[in-house]
């Protein structure tokens, strides 16, 4: 039985409760969360035991589940990697590069396994897209959301847009070469909103915009490569692939095109998305990676990678401010 902690009880936090609950083999050993209010809530609710202090916690647990403010990972994650305790943690990893580097540096000589909380990995649609062989070469990215003054804590890039940027450095197997970056600061004292090129070596360009002050949510991914067209709905949870018909499609919308080269069909696919929850299936891979002894989906190195390009979006938006 593997013992779990959960760090933090605050909106997202009982999410993560409700899942740990239902993924077998785990026993939930308690909580820690320095506020009153939200620990007396989970205590009435699920009955869990609160740790007053978090070494506590991490003593008595195998793994912990980090789901506290950012400024509260580096120290959380760094006392549990010198226990030698299994860690997830929500995104961003760390809250400076500084910290982010020296966790990648502890979590490898420690051996243990370490798990970064980009949920979006487990979008049911981005799973669907993923049967089809992806390798884009231009990708158009909006992620929008209204305000709420919860996340304001981290700039829109940290807050949103990482999740994009995280999927796009799995996506494309190449180097970014470039980043070209402009936000403002609307609602609060970090950009709310931000677009941004990225260029890679192999070519490929992806433009993302991120917004957390729109008057409706979005977030989409469209994908564009060698004869085919990906859009992915992550709201909707819808997949669409555009493509020359092959002899494997079959149940698909099919039209004639000429080109130079002659008479082409092309398909229209909507892949089957299957429901899922994707904070259980991140959860529940977190402890298949534990219990298997196998490379967690979101590594430490990936959170760090992702943060890496985020901070350096941010440093562009930063000087062009100055500027």
Known sequence: MLKVGVFGVGH?????????????????IGFFDPSDLNANDVKNEYGLKRFKKADDLIEACDAIDIVAPTTEHFELCKKAILKSKHVFVEKPLCNTMGEAKEIVKLAKEANIKFQVGHVERFNPALLAAKEHELNPMFIEVHRLSQFNPRGTDVSVILDLMIHDIDIILSLVKSNVKN????????????????????EFDNGCVANLTSSRISMKKMRKMRLFQRDSYVGIDFLEKKTEIIKYKSPEDKNVFTFDIDTNH??????????????????????????NAINNNKTTVVTEVDGFRAMEVAHLILDKINRNQIG
């Open 12 to 28: 997202l936090g009982k999410f993560h409760l409700n899942n740990w609950k239902e993924i077998e083999g785990v026993k939930l």
């Open 262 to 287: 002659g008479k082409k069909t092309i398909a229209i696919a909507a892949p089957v998305v299957k429901e899922s929850n994707a904070i259980k299936m991140e959860l529940q891979s977190f402890v």
């Open 179 to 198: 980043v070209f970056a402009n936000g403002v600061n609307v609602l609060s004292d970090t950009p709310d909103i931000a677009n941004v090129r990225m």
